[in-house]
Nanobody, 123 residues
């Protein structure tokens, strides 16, 4: 059982940056594709970015490409999401997730989830 803990959320103003981190409890983290999702009130959880186990392959959702960047440090069991030029519509709870077997980017394809970290962007 992998435990994931997100950190780095907070209240920021439009145009600011935040860096979210997610730390895994086990070294098997390095073998899992990882992803970031977010969920705003009343909306479905949506995919933001994924990264393969080595960190060499990344995929970002079109609506965040160029503003958000996923990265990982397997030595520290950590995956991060750098978010720049934040907008009020980025307000949501942000989750990291681990995928035991490579699959799609739908939430149901991910096996382990963190508890989420709130990001609020004021205008």
């Amino acid at each position: 059982q992998v435990q994931l803990v997100e950190s780095g959320g907070g209240l920021v103003q439009a145009g600011d940056s935040l860096r979210l981190s997610c730390t895994a409890s086990e070294r098997t983290f390095s073998s899992y594709p990882m992803a970031w999702f977010r969920q705003a009130p009343g909306k479905e959880r949506e995919f933001l970015a994924t990264i393969n186990p080595s960190g060499a392959i990344k995929n970002h959702a079109d609506f965040v490409r160029g503003r958000f960047t996923i990265s990982r440090d397997n030595a520290k069991n950590t995956v991060s999401l750098q978010m720049n030029d934040l907008k009020p519509e980025d307000t949501a709870v942000y989750y990291c997730a681990a995928q035991v077997r490579p699959g799609t980017t739908t939430p149901r394809s991910y096996d382990y989830w963190g508890q989420g970290t709130q990001v609020t962007v004021s205008s």
